[in-house]
């Protein structure tokens, strides 16, 4: 094998394989690529298998509990199956985007890109991993005392908004590296709409502590503009993480810099 | 500093894996608990002096050293830095999850050594501890398939002349982390191979875990020496 490498092939799977064997960004494309994959796992097990969103009422009584965990038992554990296997790939997303700020024109780039990856990844492990723990052992045994059903009920429903900080200070983070960053990795409107984000996850905070009305975990405000909110600013994000890949330089290291000189011919591959 | 210390990191895990298989061995039971036992019995067990102590012993070494592995995985993602695609962000995700797991593990401990604290308890808050302990401890292995996914990734992106890792470290990742992905879904039954205690969950789970953890320091060991050259990403 010599010279330039061969042009891209027509097939859907022969063009991937050729971008993953070539393309200098093959790691971040597929980075890319599990957020959309990812979430939509995320929205899918949370809404339609496991109906654990739309939020239940926090005012159900013992009974109406019981009878939550009994009907949806084995879709409870079998949706939460399903997002444990790929909640990871949400670490490849938050990485994605840590890394991407390490790229942007502000001073101490670096240490901003750690605190994002540190902060998200700390954010899936309390506020995802704990309610698919309490849901999946109340729905395991609902003839459980009710009380303790009713414990493993807020646990599930309050670690998703008592975690939040987490993901203020992610969003936070980004938000600030946006507005900052001399580069104009991300355009600077991106920013502000970050602002929303990180704004809703304040809103969540009063779920803590009442049982009814907007503010509750399945209130107006708290739960269904905050989700409307984020859902689309994800869509959003998704689009300008995809522009942001597309600008952003190679990874700066000599195997991609010989990489994308293979790519034109000016270079024979595998150099030592 | 003398030479030999140079690989101290690295040469702490064999130790540190050693010390795993006494703690996991001075638990009461080889195989977890079943998940059928009712709350009387597992109160019965927890309440038995000679287990509670048991739990306790393995579960303060398990406290001291579940952390310990990290060597074994920083020194990898060390080597990540050195593969063709360094510079991105693989090596931190690796990182990453691996953190998530030791995390979970760290949970599971927490709770049985809650439920052995006080035996006089209700025989039902008992048993929801240990429950959380068992489905802390069986269901979280989506941090390992995302280790190993992103290690085969990195593995076969590596397509420099002299790799770091063999292709069989990818081969391996996958397999691996193939084995992992029925242990997710350890709390769908009570009974059968896929109940917390069955040979999928628990066997196939625990013994990839281990021949994993073995074959992939031999990969570090045998790669050693490229962490005295600078890496990619710097």
Redesign the interface.
């Known amino acids: 094998m010599t010279g330039a490498v061969p042009p891209i092939p027509s097939g859907w799977f022969a063009k991937m394989a050729w971008h993953l064997r070539h393309n200098p960004k093959a790691d971040l494309w597929v980075a890319w690529f599990s957020i959309p994959i990812a979430y939509n796992i995320m929205g899918i097990v949370y809404f339609t298998i496991t109906h654990m969103m739309p939020p239940p009422d926090a005012t159900k009584n013992h009974a109406q509990i019981v009878e939550f965990f009994t009907k949806f038992g084995f879709e409870i554990r079998l949706g939460f199956g399903i997002m444990l296997v790929s909640l990871a790939f949400l670490v490849w997303a938050n990485d994605l985007i840590g890394w991407l700020i390490m790229k942007m024109d502000i001073p101490h780039v670096k240490a901003w890109g750690y605190a994002y990856m540190i902060a998200m990844c700390g954010g899936g492990f309390t506020g995802a991993y704990m309610s698919a723990f309490t849901m999946s052992v109340a729905s395991m045994r609902p003839d459980r005392d009710p009380a303790m059903l009713e414990v493993l009920y807020d646990l599930t429903y309050i670690s998703f908004d008592g975690t939040m900080g987490f993901f203020l200070f992610g969003s936070l983070i980004w938000t600030y590296t946006i507005l900052a960053d001399k580069s104009r990795l991300f355009p600077k409107w991106f920013g502000y709409t970050c602002i929303w984000n990180f704004t809703t996850e304040f809103l969540v905070s009063p779920a803590v502590i009442v049982h009814s009305g907007p503010f509750s975990w399945n209130g107006t405000i708290a739960f269904w503009i905050d989700t409307v909110v984020y859902i689309l600013w994800q869509i959003v994000y998704v689009f300008m993480l995809y522009y942001a890949v597309k600008r952003v330089d190679p990874p700066q290291d000599r195997f991609r810099l010989k990489r994308i000189a293979r790519l034109t011919g000016q270079l024979t591959p595998h150099p030592a | 500093m003398p030479k030999s210390l140079n690989h101290t990191l690295l040469l702490s895990v064999p130790i540190i894996g050693m010390i795993w298989i006494a703690a996991f061995l001075v638990f009461p039971t080889y195989t977890p608990m079943s ?1 059928t036992m009712t709350a009387a019995d597992v109160a019965a067990f927890y309440g038995n002096p000679a287990n509670a102590t048991r739990v306790q012993f393995s579960m303060i070494v398990f406290n001291w050293f579940e952390i310990g592995m990290v060597g074994l995985y920083a020194t990898i993602a060390m080597q990540m830095q050195r ?8 090596a ?2 690796y990182m ?2 691996t ?2 797991g030791a ?2 593990f760290a ?1 599971a401990n927490l709770f049985w050594i809650v439920a052995a604290y006080r035996p006089d308890r ?1 025989p ?2 008992i ?2 501890l240990s ?2 302990g068992w ?2 401890f069986t ?5 390992l ?3 190993a ?2 290690l085969a ?2 593995v ?2 590596d ?4 790799p770091v890792f063999g292709r069989w470290v990818g081969y391996l990742n996958v397999v691996a982390a193939i084995a992992w ?1 029925p242990a ?5 039954y ?1 009974t059968g191979p896929l109940a917390w205690d069955g040979w999928i969950t628990f066997h196939l789970r625990i013994w990839t875990f281990a021949i994993y953890n073995i074959a992939m320091f031999i990969a570090a060991w045998n790669a050693r020496h490229r962490l005295d050259k600078p890496s ?2 710097e």
């Open positions: 998940p593969m063709s695609h360094g510079g991105g962000p693989l931190w995700v990453a999850v953190l998530g995390c979970m949970a209700a039902e808050a048993q929801l429950d959380m489905v802390c269901v979280p292995t989506g941090f398939i995302g280790q996914v992103t990734f990195a076969f992106l397509d420099r002349g002299d992905i997710a879904f350890g709390a769908l009570t990619v990403a």
